[in-house]
């Protein structure tokens, strides 16, 4: 066969590999929740938000700005794709329920880029750490009165 055939093969076998779209979106492998809660501290997340379980630092309360809370109970999970986005890229969607003029500047979340400063194992458990964090309220049925 002529080099000019295979190559003409190899560059249409992948080309067409790379035509088809993923329908399960990423997957990156399992975290560790122990060490996720060390990146969370480390991270030092706790001075701009809050979770069950552990108190701010003393200079976070002195500053007495709005704290967005993680964690807890939730009508709806995040999933760990909204997880992740929301750590490496935090203004794809700013935080509800809180004033923008304290959670954002110039239309941009003020949580600063941490893309270089975690390693991605350590964005992985991170990750892990705050999913194992919510938790699903209850649904509550509306209960209807008999029709009169």
Known sequence: MNKNLIFILLFAVAGLTGCEPSSTGFS????????????FLTMQCLECHTMEGFD???SAVERATASVALGGEVKRI???AELVTSIINP???IAEGYELDVIQYE???????????????QLIDLVTFLESRYELEPYEPTLYSPYR
């Open 78 to 80: 995040k999933n760990y």
């Open 28 to 39: 990156l492998p399992a975290g560790n929740v122990v060490n996720g809660e060390k990146v």
């Open 107 to 121: 239309g941009q979340s003020i949580m600063p880029s941490y893309n270089d400063a975690l390693t991605v194992t």
């Open 56 to 58: 701010q630092p003393e």
């Open 91 to 93: 203004s794809h969607q």
